[in-house]
């Protein structure tokens, strides 16, 4: 293998060779299998926390009680998550594995609490502002924690509340851009071009406002649109130490998700790429199908009353509006990509392969 030319990515106590952090994708788009294989590679694997009960043999979708069904569903979070865990491990011995959880869930803390019990090494935390994430790793003094934001406006209300609070700063801060990043977004549609949400103007400031007002050298992430090695060079050379990648991911052979996800990712045009309206109100960015056609018309039917009421804010729940985000991916992810949601960034539509993560790792570090 020859050398990469970029240097490590340090977050905590956890040095990666290769600066790049394997986004989560929920749900089961990335599980112990491409955490694992990223974290081989010399990056950090990134298992997506959210809704892993709901294809697992713990949970119960026939049951009627919905106080039942809900209890029921987060204890089969629980116990999938801790399976994926070990799973990743057995894997990766020494790789370093992180969880991504979304503030947005109801079970967000239990799950970072049952990741740090289980020894994962970086916990990733976004979709809200994660404020009281140092409280539950507080007895877990070697697992990093890197919130994820798009404005340095937000990084800031994170890390004087943490510093206030907790007397504890950031390992890291992942920059997500609206503009370009798949999944759910940090911004609404007539903000992406705003220069407070753009990497180019949030990376360098961000770096500067974390020398200045908190006096530490924290990681900066960049994620959003990055697809190539000229494009970590990019974010690199803006001051950034590493970058988060999802959508680029989704092509590879280790990725968790059925192969017909896959294939309909690689079969994609960039011109498919679409924001999708989503219940807990910021838009998402996906492929165009007929799912999302019908979301963005709003004439889907809601079809099932609310499995587990899983986020704090729905509105398919509250008013049956939009779709059940949870089986939406969930569809999606076992491969029925014509009624289920199928996330990408601006970049979908761009993969030629399938290719081993190792392939693909290798080509975007080391020296042509
Ligand atoms: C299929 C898919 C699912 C995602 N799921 C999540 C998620 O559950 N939680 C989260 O914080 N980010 C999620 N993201 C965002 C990624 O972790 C990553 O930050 C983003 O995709 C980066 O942009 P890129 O796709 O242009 O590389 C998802 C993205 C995709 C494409």
New binding site residues.
Partial sequence: MSATQFPPLQIGKHVAPRPIIQ????IR?SGANLAAAVAEAGGIGTI?A?GLGLNSPYFDPEERNFGRRRANFFEANRLALIDEIKKARELSPTGILAI?S?VAAQDHETLVRTAAEQGINLI?S??GLPMHLPEAVADYPDVAIAP?ISSVRAARVICRKWGRQYNRLPDALIV?EPR?????LGAKAEQFEVPEFLLPSVIPELVAVLEREFGAKIPVVA????WSREDIERVLALGASGV?????F?TTEECDADIRYKEFHLQATPEDVMLVPSPVGLPGRALRNPFVEKAIAGTLEPKNACLASCLHTCSYRDRGENYCILRALDRAARGDVETGLV?????GGSAEAIVPVAKLMAELTECP
């Fill in positions: 986004g989560g994708m929920g788009i997506s959210v991504n979304m990733i976004g979709a994820i997500e370009s990043a798949g999944g759910h994620a959003g649109g990055i988060q990648m999802g959508t680029r989704i996330f990408a960034g601006e970049n």
